[in-house]
């Protein structure tokens, strides 16, 4: 898009609405929108001007925000943005978000917030911020709506099987469905994986001579375990891939650069032997067990970007069984 002349409508009206003052706050927060607007301006004197007077407030950078998103917005009819994991945001983030919702002259934007009901109860900020939304919905002339997604039941996961397995009798699945209603509580990653285990261990078979599925549910009763099948099945995988990769990988967070594995590797031998090491992780160790954990679903590689990102659910527990393996002497404060 960039160079195109859409791209440089917004681009010109970006410069035109914000003016130079409200885009060196936007700098200040993301340095890259200065290589959108630098041509013809000269940000980068203006934001170190800007940055040594201070008195940056919050409520300026949130009017500036609101104006940037207004014009993007008017350009894509809606915009949607979803946010996932909206409960670990923090109060700027969603004071930020509650302006941009409650922006009643912004009528093309779309936000939708994911978050997860376990984790946020009546004091969590976020229950406060979703208060206050639907208390100024009408008001301030904007939807709030809520849509609470639980597991699934029996007569759903039996509908998953059944495409899954290319199957069209709903009574030929539905004891295995409620086997995995038992095993998973309905929760969809954990059914898929849970189905995988079966296939792995010869517990759910495929037979080229009738050419369909066939499984003894009595066997995946006896044989399946009823609670950490899921992070036991995804140990077994990681324990064939070299152990300090994912060690040091549990300790990198939630966002990382897959240079940096080698780099942190290295630091901490350095630290708990108390000298220089020749130990190494080659980059093909590295680049194997970050191809394993993506197509596990365990994180996801940014088009573009080295830039790594895990997908947290599933990621959290191979995280906690990790830590549960590195002496806690070994990990960097």
């Avoid at 035109?16 to 340095?31: A, F, H, M, T």
């Avoid at 302006?99 to 009546?122: F, K, P, T």
């Avoid at 309905?186 to 994986?193: A, K």
């Avoid at 891939?241 to 350095?270: D, H, K, M, Y």
Wanted: with cysteine.
């Amino acid at each position: 898009m960039r160079g195109s002349e859409s791209f440089d409508k917004i681009r010109d009206e970006v410069i035109d609405k914000l003016g130079s003052e409200n885009l060196c706050r936007l700098i200040n927060i993301i340095p890259e929108l200065a290589e959108v607007v630098g041509d013809d301006l000269n940000m980068e004197n203006m934001t170190k001007q800007h940055k040594q007077g201070g008195g940056e407030t919050k409520a300026r950078f949130n009017y500036a925000f609101r104006f940037f998103i207004r014009v993007v917005a008017s350009h894509f009819a809606p915009l949607v943005v979803l946010l996932d994991d909206i409960q670990w945001a923090d109060a700027a983030t969603l004071d930020l978000l509650q302006v941009l919702i409650a922006d009643h002259q912004n009528g093309s934007l779309i936000m939708i917030g994911v978050y997860r009901s376990n984790e946020v109860n009546e004091v969590h900020l976020l229950s406060r911020i979703i208060r206050d939304l639907k208390r100024t919905a009408e008001q301030d002339d904007f939807n709030a709506t809520e849509i609470e997604i639980g597991n699934l039941n029996t007569s759903q996961i039996n509908e998953v099987i059944m495409l899954l397995l290319s199957i069209e009798e709903p009574a030929k699945t539905l004891g295995l469905a409620n086997i995995c209603l038992k095993r998973t509580h309905g929760n969809i990653f954990s059914l898929l994986v849970f189905l995988e285990m079966l296939q792995t261990q010869g517990l759910l078979q495929y037979s080229l001579g009738r050419f369909e599925w066939g499984w003894d549910e009595q066997r995946i009763l006896s044989e399946s375990d009823a609670t950490s099948y899921v992070v036991d099945l995804m140990k077994q995988k990681f324990e064939r891939q070299p152990s300090s990769v994912g060690q040091r990988l549990a300790c990198l967070g939630f966002s990382f650069e897959p240079a940096i594995l080698n780099t942190v590797w290295t630091i901490v031998s350095e630290q708990r032997n108390g000298t220089e090491t020749s130990e190494t992780v080659e980059d093909e160790d590295i680049d194997a067990f970050l191809a394993l954990v993506e197509q596990e679903g365990f994180l996801e590689i940014e088009p573009d970007s080295t830039t790594t990102a895990y997908i947290d659910e599933l990621m959290t527990k191979f995280r906690r069984l990790q830590y549960q393996s590195y002496p806690p002497t070994s990990c960097l404060a």
